[in-house]
């Protein structure tokens, strides 16, 4: 049986990621550094922070600014980032996915999301869908970053479902990584997750009936 199933926001339910690369885009111009949407993939999953300073330390200004000035390009970034998902509605929810939600809570099955972002209850408003989750996880309380499990093993524990009985589903390597290792079953949606345990390349192409096998036949 399946205790929960856990997503990811950002790329899984709706294509936020194209957002946080047009904005790390525009920030990245202005400080003179390569950015493009192949390095962009090391960014997903990751939080604002973290990918700021992978950022830097390609266009080699590791050390070029203070601590308080890479605060206030952060910000910066987060700025054009709110600007682009003011336009969010309801429409841009990746194509089967509330469907899918509804499906399985359909099931009695708790959902829960695992998103690494400060803007995840600002989306999910948007979509108007956040009343399909039944928890999701505080980024302000998780200390560990994805790849590290904490933030899915703090949503399964919160939904008392055990990992182990529970599903993820990510579009970020480092997410895949995360899923795996507080032991759920891993579905990968997008490109470069060979890792995952059940990989498709587009929303449309996740079926409930085909998840729910796969998982049972792993078991
Ligand atoms: C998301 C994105 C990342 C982003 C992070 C932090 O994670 O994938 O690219 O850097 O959130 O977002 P914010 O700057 O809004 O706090 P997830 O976990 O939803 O994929
Ligand atoms: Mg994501």
Redesign the pocket.
Known sequence: HIEAVVF?????ITD??HY?YLAWKQLADELGIPFDEDFNEN??????V??LTLILANGNQSDAYTDSEIEDL?SQ??EY?KQLIQQLTPEDILPGMKELIEEIRSESIPVGL???????QTVLHALEIEHLFDYCAD?AKIKQS?PDPE?FLTVCEALEADPAQSIGV???KV?VQSIQGSGMYAVGVGSYLEQADLMVNETTELSWTQIKQAFLHKQ
Do not use: F, M
């Open positions: 990811d926001l950002d790329g899984v936020t990621a946080h960014l997903k999953g990751v939080s604002r973290e990918s952060a970034k987060n980032y695992a998103s690494v972002s400060k803007n995840a980024v994805k933030i990510e579009d970020a997410g």
